[in-house]
């Protein structure tokens, strides 16, 4: 995947949107807050990208407060519930760019990054002359849906595909436990991943790990591994 540029904020960073208007912008969570963040800073000088965002838990947050106020016979905000959907933040995105290229949203649990980077390099493949953006942006869910296997590291992250591009970001899957071909380990957390080399306890922390120091980066999952890489230059 040829790419042109990424940006990514940790969770309790504060985001800076002063591009979005004042009366969306206080209406936004931390998660569309930093979403939004990351994309603006990887879309300068592009007038015209395709969106592919992705997000395992997107707005759940949200979603569990209008549940609550539902539950308890509490009137539900029409802005709150328009909000909550996986795929706003890709709309408010487009309006504040006046940007009507196609946009996507993706949520296939702990590997949605992963998948959110194959529906954005197909898509790329498809059409090199458009450049696409993935923005991945999520936080654990509210306590009230108990212990989530795999939780998400919270933050976002976004990546610019464009034949414009400083190097490459390389992606294997295998099915093994680890990249020598070592049936998987029976463990998990921290023991399991301990006999990996260089593996990482959510694939956004390997992604980003990669794409900042450039070396190799694995993450596991439910007997699949996958192998981040960076090589430099162009395709």
């Not at 985001?15 to 931390?30: K, N, T």
């Not at 992963?114 to 654990?140: C, I, K, M, N, R």
């Not at 080399?197 to 959510?202: A, C, E, M, R, V």
Request: with cysteine; aromatic share 6%; net charge negative.
């Amino acid at each position: 995947m040829p790419v042109a540029r990424w940006s990514a904020v940790a969770a309790a960073a504060t985001a800076d949107i002063s591009f979005i208007e004042p009366i969306v912008r206080r209406r936004l969570s931390s998660l569309s807050r930093s979403a939004l963040k990351v994309a603006h800073d990887c879309v300068a000088g592009r007038d015209r990208v395709r969106v592919v965002f992705a997000s395992r838990h997107g707005e759940l947050r949200r979603t569990t407060d209008i549940l609550r106020a539902i539950s308890t016979g509490e009137p539900v905000s029409p802005t709150a519930f328009s909000l909550s959907v996986l795929n706003a933040m890709t709309g408010i995105f487009g309006i504040a760019r006046g940007d009507r290229s196609p946009a996507s949203a993706i949520s296939a649990g702990a590997q949605t990054l992963g998948f959110a980077l194959l529906e954005a390099h197909a898509q790329f493949e498809a059409d090199p002359s458009s450049p696409v953006l993935v923005v991945y942006a999520d936080e654990p869910a509210d306590a009230a849906y108990g212990t989530i296997e795999d939780e998400v590291q919270g933050g976002a992250l976004a990546i610019l595909l464009d034949t414009r591009a400083a190097g490459q970001l390389a992606c294997t899957i295998s099915a093994s436990g680890s990249p020598s071909g070592e049936p998987e380990s029976p463990l998990r957390g921290p023991a399991a991943f301990a006999r990996i080399p260089d593996s990482f306890l959510t694939q956004s922390e390997a992604v980003q790990r990669c794409l900042g120091t450039q070396a190799p980066a694995t993450w596991q999952t439910n007997g699949t591994t996958w192998h981040w890489s960076w090589h430099d230059g162009a395709a």
